[in-house]
């Protein structure tokens, strides 16, 4: 079975063995979700995203459950209780004492995520990132300082909407690509440090003038950066 939707996952109802969108989450997986996000949407999908890139969550017979590694740690950090005759994270619970590999905020859980990508693909998210939050394929494979084939910086972009960073948002023959959230470009984008942005946005600027003369703002933006 392949990857699940994390926007379902992190949506499903706090019921046993509850369906949403055809995604059957275990209780004891939704009550960590819920625990540690506070029903914050967007963290809570960063969150279910990050579980599976770890392998944290894990498909079983019937469900999604969290793997048996976790839910060894959770049950000896005391963070777990039983409600309807199943295990589930206690209101309680203290998450902070449990050592499982992620961090408990929206930028940690994505910065933990860009590290898991392969390195070209890393590179190629960051540069994404100093485009814009929306970015086009053609623009992104002539600024790119590797200068990618255009099928395998293709390949990289699928990357990134397997790994739910990204979706397309134009389809050929102006392919372009919309970051998830602001908030996940924000994050990639600090990654680089002030002489990678400059040399970055140079390389854009000069792209931009090469084939968008007109385009003033995004010129002014990028040159003046």
Partial sequence: MGRPSARAMASAPPSARAAAKGVVVS???????????????????????????????QRSADSWDL?????????????????DGVEVVSASA????????LPSTIQGVILARLDRLPEPVKLTVKVASVIGRLFRHDLLLRAHPVQPESDL????????????FARVEQPEPRRAYLFK?????EVVY????????????????????????????????????
């Fill in 27 to 57: 209780p004891l997986a939704l009550s960590l979700i819920q625990a540690q996000t506070q029903g914050n949407p967007f963290f809570a999908e960063e969150l279910v995203d990050a579980l599976l890139d770890g392998a944290h969550l």
């Fill in 67 to 83: 793997s048996p590694a976790l839910t060894h740690r959770l049950r000896n950090s005391g963070c777990l209780a039983r409600a």
């Fill in 94 to 101: 203290p998450l902070g004492t449990v050592d499982w590999g």
């Fill in 153 to 164: 910086l293709t390949q990289q972009l699928d990357t990134l909407l397997q790994r739910d």
């Fill in 181 to 185: 959230h602001n908030i996940t470009q």
């Fill in 190 to 225: 600090q990654t680089l440090l002030a002489d990678q942005r400059q040399e970055l946005h140079l390389a854009v600027a000069r792209t931009l003038e090469a084939s968008q003369p007109e385009n003033v703002d995004d010129l002014a933006l990028h040159y003046y950066n």
